[in-house]
């Protein structure tokens, strides 16, 4: 077993031992601001980032930095309040390590969320977007000797998210009353916001929102054919000219994220009791 495989399964086994016999089918990633989702999830056990045998810990704003298991939507959940990002200065392997961890503890489906800035000119702060595809401008994380007990050296990737949890999420907004977005989110390596120009760019090839995260767990969690259902909380919307005093600020895209996420949180709920 080499070190990075040996890192995952002793982090694993640490998480396993503290469940108490529980075994999570769902993971859920929580994005910047987002991290109230786990509030609502019953009869909890937190455990710490910290506390787990090589885990990194979470440094960006709005992360807590915890595993709150539980349940949520009459399915047992593990749910990553707070992620790891690349632009923290960790490697990708362990930005990728909690889905791995989630992996061999027995997640059967993924749920990633984060907070985004809307590219599309149709996108207003507080819309909420499946994400339907992904350009990645991030190291992949499958870079290195490939890990044969999780998947292929070469996964396909033509159908990243899960188009049946897709139609599903639809159908249950519909019901809410709730208005959903669709799009592709492009992943960039931050921590800087992007540049009008870069905005325009990313808006010619194709992306509806942009953001700092999500695609390396979501490849990671493909590569083990995990199906994925993901969604961004637009945090700030598109500017066809930026005012003088136009300027991104991370605290405001927490508030934005944490105003949208009680929506968030009801779909996610009842997609879960769902599959």
Do not use: C
Not at 10 to 20: I, T
Not at 86 to 114: A, Q, W
């Amino acid at each position: 077993m080499n070190e990075r495989t040996e890192r995952i399964f002793k982090a694993a086994e640490y998480v396993k031992s503290k469940l108490q016999g529980r075994e999570p089918v769902v993971g859920i990633v929580l994005g910047s601001g987002l991290g109230k989702l786990a509030e609502r999830i019953e009869d909890p056990i937190t455990i710490p980032y910290r506390e787990i045998p090589g885990f990194p810990v979470s440094t960006a704003i709005g992360h807590k930095g915890n595993f709150i298991i539980g349940v949520l939507g009459g399915k047992t959940v593990i749910a990553m309040q707070g992620r790891i990002h690349y632009y923290e200065g960790y490697p990708m392997d362990l930005v990728t390590l909690p889905i791995r961890v989630m992996k061999v503890l027995g997640i059967k489906n993924l749920f990633v969320s984060n907070a985004a800035g809307g590219i599309n000119f149709d996108f207003r702060v507080g819309d909420l977007m499946i994400i339907r595809d992904h350009i990645n401008m991030l190291p992949n994380p499958l870079v290195g000797p490939n890990m044969e007990e999780f998947g292929p050296r070469f996964p396909d990737m033509t159908h990243p998210y899960d188009k049946a949890l897709i139609a599903k999420a639809k159908e249950l907004a519909t019901e809410m009353g709730l208005e959903l977005k669709e799009g592709v989110y492009i992943a960039g390596t931050g921590p800087s916001y992007e540049t009008p120009a870069e905005w325009h760019f990313f808006r010619t090839i194709g992306a509806d929102a942009v953001g700092m995260s999500t695609v390396p767990e979501v490849i990671v969690a493909r590569h083990s054919e995990i199906p994925v259902f993901g969604m961004s909380v637009i945090t700030n919307a598109a500017q066809k000219e930026f005012a003088a005093d136009y300027k991104n600020d991370g605290d405001d895209v927490v508030k934005a994220a944490d105003a949208a996420a009680d929506k968030m949180t009801e779909l996610f709920s009842r997609l879960i009791e769902s599959i």
